[in-house]
C-alpha cells in the first residue's frame, strides 16, 4: 500500500473518531434532556420518595453532570450500555440479540436496492426517454413518495391477508425452531447448517419487510445512477472509446459505468446508514424483532438506556458506512490513491 | 490515384427546441487514398462534426442526416447497419482527438484501455477475439511505435499520471491498433504546448509516411495543417468555401474568407505586418445569412451574394472555390 493510501485511511478514522465523539455526547444530552426521571423509573412504580433518592445515588445520577458523562464514556469503553429496565438484562446483551435481525433485513434490502437499482439505473440512462425510462421514473419517484408503513401496510393487505401467499409478521413461525446460531443471520445460518426448509419459510418472512425497506433506497439508487451513466455516456472518453472499437457492452458496463458509480457510491452509503434508521418503522408494521422495534417498546415505555444504546449504534453504523463508501472510491478512482 | 473517401453534397441537422440548425450544409469534398487533405476552418464550422460523421459518432438526436454520401471505400456510411459500422472503427478509419486529458478514461489503466479497443475490434470484425495477454503484447508493442519509452510501465499507469504529450501519444497508438487505412485527426495538437505539438505533428507525419495511412488533419492552425497536409479544405459556417493545394492556397487564395484567415496569421519572419482580423463572427446555424453564408462578414458582398448561394465550381485545374466574384 502506498503512502498517499495510507494517509487519506488515516485522515479519515481520525475524523471517524471525532464524530464518534460528537455523537456520545449527543446521546448524553439526550438523555439527559428526556422528560422521564431514570431514578424513578428505575425504583418502579410503586416507590417512595427516599426509594427513589437510593436508586439515584444507586445509578450515580446525584453526582455532577461532567462526573456522570465521564462515567457514561467510560462504561461505553468497556461495552456497558447500562440496563434497560423493561428487559432486565443489559442493553449491550439485547443489542447483541436483536442487531443480527437487523443487520439481515438491512443487508438483504440494500442487495434488493442495488442489485435492482443499478441495472435499471444503467438501462434508463442507455435507453434514455423511452418508454423503460418511463416507467422507472413513475417507479422511481413512488419509491422515495410512499411512506413505508403505509407501503408496508399495503402489501401486508395484498399478499398476507389477501392473497394468504406470505405471513404477515414476525421472523419465523411459532412453531419453528431457528437454526443454532453461527453468524446470527438466521438465512445464512439456516443455510450453513443445511436447514433449507427453516430458509424457505425463513425468507418467505423477510422478503415484505425487505421490500418495504429498500424500496425508497433502490428508488434513489436508481435515480442517481441513472443521472450519472447519462452524463457519462456523453463524455469525450467514451465517444473516443466508441471510435476505438470497444464492444458497446463493455464501453457501457465498464467504461461508463466505472465512472458513474462513484456519485452512486455515496448515495448506497448514505442510504445504508438511513436504513439502519428507518428500519424503525418497517419493523414495527413487520413486528420484526430488530433493534428498531427494541428501541420503540423501549422508548414507550420510557426506557432510556436501550433507546441511547440504539442510537448509539445506528450512528456507529452511519460511520463505518462513510468510512467503507471513503474506501472504495479509493478503490474506483486511482486519481483519489494518489492523495 | 483512386478516391478513398468522397463526401456529396452531406447536409446534416441538429434538432433542438428552437429549431433545426444546419450544421453542415452541403460538403462536397474527396480524399484519394494515400494523401493528406487538411480541414481548417474556425471553432463552430462543423469540421469536427463532419470528421465523427464518417465514424458515426454524432449523438442521434439531436443530428439528424438530411441527405448526401458519404463513401468510404465504395460504401456509404451513412446508411451502414450499426454492427458493420463497428467494424470499420478502428480497422478502416481510426480517429485522434482534441484534448488527450478528457479523451482518455480516467479510471481505468492505460492496459485496459487498450485492450478493450484490441478486442472490441477483434469482437466486430467477426473473427477471434485475441486473449486479453496477446492483445497487451500488441499494446506494448504500438506503444513502442510512437516512441514512448518503458511501454510496460505506461500501460500499467492511469491518464493523470501522463503529461498531455504523452497522452497524445497514447491515444495515436490506440488508433493505431487496427492498422486502419484513414486517420482522421480532429484538432491534435490544439491543447498541446508549442514544443509539443511540433513532436506530435512530426509524429504524425512519419506515421502517415511509413504506414501509407490516408490523413484527413482537422485543424483550426492553418501553420499545422501547412505543415502536414497537401491539400487544404478551408470551411465557413457548415460549408466548403475553398479546396486547394497547400501551396497554391498559401500563396494565392481564391475565396475572401480564404484570403482574411490567411491575413490573420501573423508571419515571423516580417513582424512589421500586422495580422489582421476577419470583422464580425460566426453566424448562428439556427438561422443562418441567406445566400453566401459568408456575405455579411465580406467587403466583396453584392445583392447577388445575399440572394444565390454560390455552387463551388473548378476556377482552376485542381481547385475549387465557392464565390460568385473569386477570378483566377
Not at chain 1, 399478499?159 to 413461525?173: D, E, I, K, Q, V
Amino acid at each position: 500500500m502506498d503512502r498517499g493510501l495510507t494517509l487519506y485511511l488515516a485522515r479519515r478514522i481520525g475524523l471517524a473518531g471525532l464524530m464518534l465523539f460528537g455523537l456520545i455526547c449527543l446521546t448524553f444530552v439526550i438523555s439527559n434532556v428526556a422528560p422521564s426521571d431514570p431514578a424513578a423509573l428505575a425504583a418502579g412504580p410503586d416507590a417512595g420518595r427516599s426509594q427513589i433518592e437510593q436508586a439515584r445515588r444507586e445509578y450515580g445520577l446525584d453526582k455532577p453532570l461532567p462526573e456522570q458523562f465521564l462515567r457514561y464514556v467510560g462504561d461505553l469503553a468497556q461495552g456497558e450500555f447500562g440496563r434497560s429496565i423493561a428487559t432486565g438484562r443489559s442493553v449491550g446483551t439485547d443489542l447483541l440479540r436483536y442487531l443480527p435481525a437487523t443487520l439481515e433485513l438491512c443487508i438483504l434490502a440494500m442487495l434488493i436496492g442495488v442489485l435492482v437499482g443499478v441495472p435499471l439505473g444503467v438501462l434508463s440512462a442507455v435507453l434514455k426517454d423511452g418508454p423503460i425510462d418511463h416507467v422507472t421514473r413513475i417507479f422511481a419517484v413512488s419509491g422515495i413518495a410512499m411512506p413505508p408503513f403505509w407501503f408496508g401496510l399495503l402489501l401486508q393487505l395484498a399478499f398476507a391477508t389477501g392473497l394468504g401467499w406470505l405471513p404477515t409478521s414476525g421472523r419465523l413461525s411459532v412453531m419453528t425452531l431457528p437454526p443454532d446460531p453461527i453468524t446470527g443471520l438466521m438465512l445464512v445460518d439456516a443455510v450453513l447448517r443445511g436447514q433449507w426448509d427453516v430458509f424457505r419459510e425463513g425468507l418467505s418472512y423477510i422478503i415484505l419487510p425487505a421490500i418495504v425497506l429498500s424500496f425508497p433506497c433502490l428508488a434513489s439508487i436508481l435515480r442517481v445512477n441513472r443521472g450519472e451513466m447519462v452524463e457519462t455516456l456523453r463524455a469525450d472518453y467514451i465517444t473516443a472509446a466508441r471510435a476505438h472499437g470497444v464492444t458497446p457492452w463493455r464501453m457501457i458496463c465498464v467504461h461508463a459505468l466505472r465512472n458513474a458509480m462513484l456519485p452512486t457510491l455515496a448515495i448506497i452509503g448514505l442510504r445504508w446508514g438511513w436504513m439502519m434508521s428507518s428500519t424503525v418503522l418497517v419493523e414495527t408494521v413487520f413486528d420484526w424483532p430488530g433493534i428498531g422495534l427494541y428501541a420503540v417498546s423501549s422508548a414507550i415505555a420510557g426506557d432510556f438506556k436501550p433507546v441511547m444504546g440504539v442510537t448509539l449504534i445506528v450512528g456507529l453504523n452511519f460511520m463505518i458506512a462513510s468510512l467503507i463508501v471513503d474506501l472504495l472510491y479509493g478503490v474506483l478512482d486511482p486519481r483519489l490513491r494518489e492523495g | 490515384m483512386t478516391a478513398l473517401l468522397e463526401i456529396e453534397e452531406y447536409r446534416l441537422a441538429f434538432d433542438s427546441f428552437d429549431g433545426s440548425a444546419a450544421v453542415l450544409d452541403g460538403i462536397d469534398l474527396t480524399i484519394e487514398a494515400g494523401s493528406t487533405l487538411g480541414i481548417v476552418g474556425e471553432s463552430g464550422c462543423g469540421k469536427s462534426v463532419l470528421a465523427r460523421s464518417l465514424l458515426g459518432l454524432n449523438p442521434s438526436p439531436p443530428a439528424r442526416v438530411a441527405s448526401g454520401q458519404i463513401r468510404f471505400e465504395g460504401r456509404d456510411l451513412l446508411t451502414l447497419r450499426p454492427a458493420a459500422m463497428r467494424a470499420l472503427r478502428g480497422r478502416r478509419i481510426a480517429m485522434i482527438f482534441q484534448d488527450p486529458a478528457s479523451y482518455l478514461n480516467p479510471v481505468l489503466s492505460i492496459a485496459t484501455q487498450m485492450e478493450d479497443a484490441i478486442r472490441g475490434q477483434d469482437a466486430a470484425a467477426g473473427g477471434a477475439v485475441r486473449a486479453r495477454r496477446a492483445a497487451r503484447a500488441h499494446a506494448h508493442s504500438l506503444l513502442g511505435s510512437v516512441g514512448l519509452p518503458d511501454p510496460a510501465r505506461l500501460l500499467a499507469s492511469y491518464p493523470h499520471q501522463l503529461s498531455g504529450g504523452m497522452r497524445q501519444r497514447v491515444l495515436i497508438a490506440m488508433a493505431l491498433a487496427g492498422d486502419p487505412t484513414l486517420l482522421v485527426a480532429d484538432e491534435p495538437t490544439t491543447a498541446l504546448d508549442v514544443t509539443v505539438q511540433a513532436q506530435v505533428l512530426a509524429l504524425i507525419a512519419e506515421l502517415v509516411r511509413d504506414r501509407g495511412l490516408t490523413l484527413m488533419l482537422i485543424s483550426h492552425d492553418l501553420g499545422v495543417i501547412a505543415a502536414a497536409c497537401a491539400r487544404i479544405v478551408v470551411m465557413y459556417a457548415g460549408t466548403v468555401v475553398e479546396d486547394a493545394p497547400t501551396r497554391a492556397l498559401l500563396e494565392h487564395p481564391l475565396h475572401p474568407y480564404a484570403q482574411g484567415l490567411i491575413a490573420a496569421v501573423p508571419d515571423l519572419d516580417r513582424p512589421e505586418i500586422t495580422p489582421r482580423g476577419i470583422p464580425g463572427s460566426i453566424p448562428s446555424l439556427l438561422s443562418p445569412p441567406s445566400g453566401c453564408r459568408f456575405h455579411p462578414r465580406c467587403d466583396r458582398a453584392t445583392a447577388r451574394c445575399a440572394a444565390e448561394k454560390p455552387l463551388l465550381r473548378e476556377l482552376l485545374p485542381g481547385r475549387r472555390v465557392a464565390c460568385h466574384h473569386a477570378t483566377p
